[in-house]
Nanobody, 124 residues
Framework: QVQLVESGGGLVQAGGSLRLSCAAS????????KAWFRQAPGKEREFVAA????????FYADSVKGRFTISRDNAKNTVYLQMSSLKPADTALYYC?????????????????WGQGTQVTVSS
């Protein structure tokens, strides 16, 4: 089993930056793909970014490409999401996820491990 705990959310002005963290415990950290999803009120949970379990290759949703960066620290069992040039449209509850599919999989149903979420609010 895997436990994921997100932190780092908050209120930021448009154009600002935030870094989310996801601390993992349980199964070997390097054995599964890690990803970030987000869900705005009244909307479906959507893929944001993922990082492969082996090579560290990354994959992003078009809406965040060039603004967000996913990374991992295997020694700390932590995955990060650095968010820059934030927009009000980025406002959502951000979830950390883990799974055993390829890192280019964007469906939430490919991920079996989830954190509780951390709120990001971007004001205009």
């Amino acid at each position: 089993q895997v436990q994921l705990v997100e932190s780092g959310g908050g209120l930021v002005q448009a154009g600002g930056s935030l870094r989310l963290s996801c601390a993992a415990s349980g199964r070997t950290f390097s054995s599964y793909t890690k990803a970030w999803f987000r869900q705005a009120p009244g909307k479906e949970r959507e893929f944001v970014a993922a990082i492969s379990r082996s090579t560290g290759s990354t994959f992003y949703a078009d809406s965040v490409k060039g603004r967000f960066t996913i990374s991992r620290d295997n020694a700390k069992n932590t995955v990060y999401l650095q968010m820059s040039s934030l927009k009000p449209a980025d406002t959502a509850l951000y979830y950390c996820a883990g799974g055993y599919s390829d890192y280019t999989q964007t469906s939430r149903y490919q991920y079996g491990y989830w954190g509780q979420g951390t709120q990001v609010t971007v004001s205009s």
